[in-house]
Every structure is written in structure tokens, then in C-alpha cells.
């Protein structure tokens, strides 16, 4: 079946606006001030969505708020990604019961990738009645209609159908950061690794117009904006649908000749799509962080095989090669899977040793955990649950000991950062690749500008530094 990416039309999203008068209008003519929460769950796509939902629930007249008690609507953006995490997002949904009866004539609505699943929504249409609106995220872009309808007619509203995905240009969006953004630049995934759902559930992969990301990056960076993280599930294919003749590097190489002092991020990156024209790329122009999140996710062929990764360990080690002989600076992490179904105990030393061939200065490291609806949910697991926890707690040993001796080498040197928060007490800043660094010293009115700090300490997790 041919799959064909909607783009939404400027009419069409005239009439979203249209829909957010008329709710504004019924709630002045009420004389009440809304309010909305919105809460997320997964990745930093699902973020950017919640910004979106912010920005629509703004133009319809709510103030959002913290916190679920006493708001006229609740947004729940969920993540498909892990089962459990599924569980405990439907435990949260169900326990809305009470707050709603505190306050009757609350919405509630749920989105994001878990309602891209039709049994979800099944569930949520029979057995949650106090959810008043569900919508995958073809439909994010209807938000308003789909609230107008519910709060005229009382009636519930699912917006789940399964479509090829949409682009919708001009949503409105109320930013978390001032100085941090995140600036979606392709959505969905062809790649189908066996073990993820993303791809049924966010759809093809489909681009935005080049001249799209960078008006839009643009006006981040005019508007004071540092730090620029362009999202994407393989932001290596960008392009690929449009046929214009730009890939992911042409993009990377267009944002960072825009004039301002910020940073350019991105994630992720799949391996069989990274180029070397990527690394020189990068390594050309100052403005690219030299920070790669690249996914290895096993060390071993027969594994990755399996794992529909479509890559060998040796051409992901070549890969590796080439960025840092054109960086040698360059911050490598990763996300590894140990215990995939079927992965013997030499298969993970290869994992152990790809680790230690690397050294990368962070690893986002998960023991497998199966996904109904994906194939790797129905291959024979013969590892005990002891087993996988043995392996994991081993490659976490070896890689928090890699992590802080790569830290330690920046003690002494004088390193440019971001400042950009407090925890603790303690103000934060970030490195260009991306290292927390917790700082001696400094006033908050350093937030959300560069500053240089000389490090002064290191462990695992994080450095220390003076300004
Ligand atoms: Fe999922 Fe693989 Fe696509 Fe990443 S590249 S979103 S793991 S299918």
C-alpha cells in the first residue's frame, strides 16, 4: 500500500485557529480563566509535541498550570516505547477518576505514541469513560477542533485513525526554555528494528521543506535562543522523501552559516545512515556540537543481525574511526540493549568489547524488555532474568569506569558552557558536548548565557568547574 505524507494545508489550519477563538470566547463569555496541564512522558519528540499542545492550549484562552488538581483540561502525551512504562500511564489515567469528580466539568485527553495503538485505544474507548479525547499524532495539529467538539457537545472524540503522518508548518508553541529549543526537522521511521514500535505508531518517515527548519531555526536564534537540538527517530534519512536534493549533512551545513552565537545538536542518528560527509560536516563548521548520540545497541553481527540494525560492528567501528579522525575531540554515547532475545553470553562480551574499544563518554544502557507487537516479542529468550542483570551490571561497571576517566582528562582545562539552571543549589551549565558541569561559582542572572569554566573536578556523572 502506497503511503502518502498528508501536509496540512494553511485553510486547514486557519480553521484550528478559528476553532481556538471559539473556545476563548466561551470562556470569556463565562467569565472564567482556564487552565490546562499537560504531562509528558518519552522522548524529546514527545516535548516538542507538548510545546505544540501548550501553544494551541494558549491561543484557546487557558493558562497552564503544575499538576493535574482543579485544571478545566488535562493533556497526557504517552510513550509507547516501554511496556511497563505503558502500565504505569494507564495506572495515572485511571486514578484521573478522583480528580475529575473533584472537578466535573474537566477534560481529559490522551495523545502521543501509545494512541497510535488500536488496542489502546480500544481500552481507553471501553474501559476509561472519564477520558474525553484521544488522538495519535497524525491528529495533533486538530487538537482544537477535537476540544471544541467535546466541550460543545459533551460527546467523547477519537482521532486515531492510522494514516501515512502529517506536516503541519506554523503550529503554535510556547517554548519550555528561552535559551534551549528543540526544533522538529523530520517525523517517524522506516527502519522497523525488531524490537521498537516506534514505526507503527509515528508512522513513515517524512521531512520537513529545508526552508521550513531554517526559518524557523532562525527565528530562534534572532529571538536570543543558544542551544538548538534538532529532533528526528534517524535524522540521518532527513531528506530522503523529499527529493530535493538536500540530506541531513546540506541541512546541518545551512543552520550553522546562519548568522548569532548558538549551538547546533541533533538526535538521533542512526548508523547505517551516517556518512562521513555527516563527520566533516560537523567538523567544518563551529557551530555543530561535536557530540554524536549514536545507537550501537549490540557489539555483536549475529545480535544486530536479529535486531534488524542493518549494520556490522565493523562498519560501525569505521564509523567511529572516521569522526574522530576528523574530530578528535568529538563526545561519542550510545544506547546499548543487553540481554536481546536469544543473546548468548559470548555474544555480550563482543558488546563488553566494542565498549572498550570505543570508550564512549556516556552509554544509555537497557536490559531488553519485550514490546508487544514487535517481532522481537515473539523470538525464544532462553537468559534468565539473573543473567541479563549480570551482564548489565558488568557493562555498567565498565562503562562508568570509562566515563569518569574521561572526565578526569578535563580537569584543569578551560572549557566554554552554557550555563543553564540550578539543582540543588548548585548552578548547571553544559559543555559543547553536552557534559553536565556543576559550577563553584556564579549568579543566576548567568542563565541562559556562555560563559568559560575551568573544571575542577570530575566523576562519573558529571564535572565540576569555576567560572
Ligand atoms: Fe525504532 Fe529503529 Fe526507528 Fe530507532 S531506528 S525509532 S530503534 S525502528
Not at 569518569?404 to 543553564?420: A, I
Request: aromatic content about 8%; overall charge negative; hydrophobic content about 35%.
Amino acid at each position: 500500500m502506497e503511503r502518502k505524507t498528508t501536509v496540512i494545508s494553511s485553510e486547514q489550519l486557519r480553521q484550528q485557529q478559528e476553532f481556538c477563538g471559539r473556545i476563548r470566547r466561551r470562556w470569556e463569555e463565562a467569565g472564567i480563566l482556564p487552565t490546562a496541564f499537560v504531562d509528558t512522558y518519552g522522548c524529546q519528540q514527545n516535548e516538542a509535541d507538548s510545546e505544540r499542545i501548550r501553544g494551541m492550549l494558549e491561543q484557546c484562552g487557558y493558562t497552564m498550570q503544575d499538576g493535574e488538581e482543579g485544571a478545566d483540561v488535562i493533556v497526557i502525551n504517552t510513550c509507547a516505547v516501554r511496556e511497563h512504562a505503558e502500565q504505569r500511564v494507564l495506572g495515572n489515567v485511571g486514578a484521573l477518576v478522583h480528580t475529575k469528580r473533584r472537578h466535573p466539568g474537566q477534560k481529559i485527553f490522551l495523545c502521543g505514541c501509545m494512541m497510535g495503538e488500536p488496542a489502546v485505544a480500544e481500552k481507553i474507548r471501553k474501559s476509561y469513560v472519564h477520558v474525553d479525547g484521544v488522538f495519535s499524532t497524525h491528529h495533533l495539529w486538530e487538537f482544537p477542533s477535537l476540544l471544541y467538539r467535546v466541550l460543545d457537545t459533551g460527546k467523547r472524540v477519537f482521532a486515531t485513525e492510522d494514516e501515512a503522518g502529517s506536516i503541519a508548518e506554523g503550529l503554535p508553541v510556547v517554548r519550555s526554555s528561552a535559551f534551549k529549543a528543540w526544533v522538529s526537522i523530520m517525523y517517524g521511521c522506516n527502519n522497523f528494528c525488531t524490537y521498537c514500535i516506534v514505526p507503527y505508531v509515528r508512522g513513515r518517515e517524512r521531512s520537513r521543506r529545508p526552508e521550513d527548519v531554517i526559518a524557523e531555526v532562525k527565528e530562534l536564534v534572532e529571538s536570543g535562543c543558544r542551544d538548538i537540538t534538532l529532533l528526528g527517530q534517524n535524522v540521518n534519512s532527513y531528506g530522503k522523501d523529499l527529493q530535493c536534493g538536500v540530506d541531513f549533512a546540506d541541512l546541518l551545513a545551512e543552520l550553522a552559516q546562519l548568522p548569532g552565537d548558538f549551538l547546533l545538536r541533533f538526535m538521533t542518528s542512526h548508523p547505517k545512515d551516517a556518512t562521513k560527509k555527516l563527520f566533516d560536516t560537523m567538523a567544518q563548521y563551529p557551530k555543530i556540537a561535536r557530540h554524536i548520540h549514536l545507537p550501537f545497541q549490540a557489539g555483536n553481527d549475529r545480535v544486530l543481525k536479529e535486531m534488524n540494525r542493518r549494520y556490522t560492528a565493523a562498519q560501525y567501528l569505521e564509523l567511529v574511526d572516521y569522526a574522530r579522525s576528523v574530530m578528535p575531540d568529538i563526545v561519542l554515547t550510545s544506547d546499548v540493549i543487553v540481554g536481546f532475545p536469544g543473546e548468548t553470553d559470548a555474544e555480550f562480551e563482543d558488546t563488553l568489547n566494542l565498549v572498550e574499544r570505543v570508550r564512549y563518554d556516556a552509554l544509555f544502557t537497557f536490559i531488553y524488555s519485550p514490546r508487544t507487537g514487535t517481532p522481537a516479542a515473539e523470538m525464544p529468550d532462553p537468559a534468565t532474568r539473573q543473567e541479563k542483570l549480570a551482564r548489565f551490571d558488568r557493562l555498567c561497571a565498565a562503562q562508568n569506569r570509562i566515563s569518569e576517566e574521561k572526565h578526569r582528562e578535563y580537569v584543569g582545562k578551560t572549557v566554554r558552557v552554557l550555563v543553564d539552571g540550578v539543582d540543588d543549589g548548585v548552578l548547571t551549565a553544559r559543555t559543547g558536548g553536552n557534559r553536565l558541569v556543576r559550577l563553584e561559582n556564579g549568579t543566576e542572572d548567568l542563565i541562559g548565557q556562555y560563559a568559560d569554566a575551568t573544571i575542577t573536578g570530575a566523576n562519573t556523572w558529571s564535572l565540576m568547574g569555576k567560572l
